[in-house]
C-alpha cells in the first residue's frame, strides 16, 4: 500500500499502469497525529490528450479514518493518473488502488 508524502502541501502522484481501477482506498489515524482530520484534494486525470482533470476532496476523522473514493462509472473515468495533494498538517495517510 502506498503511503502518501507528510506536510502540509505535500503532492503525490501516481501513473496507472493500465488496469481498470475502480476505486481508491484511504487510512489515516488523525487523532494519533494530533489532528481533527486529514483533508487530501484528489486530482485524477482523463486518459487522452487533451483530457480533462476531476477534482475530489476526501476527508477522514478520528470517527471515520478510512473512506474509498469511487472512480468508475457513468460520470468517471476513465483515468490514467492521480495527483494527490495535502490540504491539513500532514499526517500518515495510506492508499489503495483497487
Known amino acids: 500500500m502506498p503511503k502518501l508524502s507528510q506536510g502540509q502541501g505535500a503532492r503525490d502522484a501516481f501513473s496507472f499502469d493500465g488496469a481498470p481501477y475502480t476505486s481508491i482506498g484511504f487510512v489515516s489515524d488523525p487523532g494519533g497525529d494530533g489532528l481533527s482530520e486529514t483533508t487530501i484534494r484528489v ?7 487533451g483530457a480533462a482533470w ?25 483515468y490514467d ?5 495535502r490540504e491539513d498538517n500532514g499526517g500518515a495517510v495510506g492508499v489503495n488502488f483497487a
Open 54 to 78: 476531476n477534482v475530489f476532496t476526501m476527508t477522514l476523522t478520528p470517527d471515520a479514518p478510512k473512506g474509498i473514493l469511487g472512480i468508475s462509472g457513468p460520470n468517471n473515468g476513465p
Open 43 to 49: 486530482a485524477l486525470h482523463g486518459e487522452g490528450k
Open 81 to 85: 493518473g492521480v495527483v494527490f495533494s
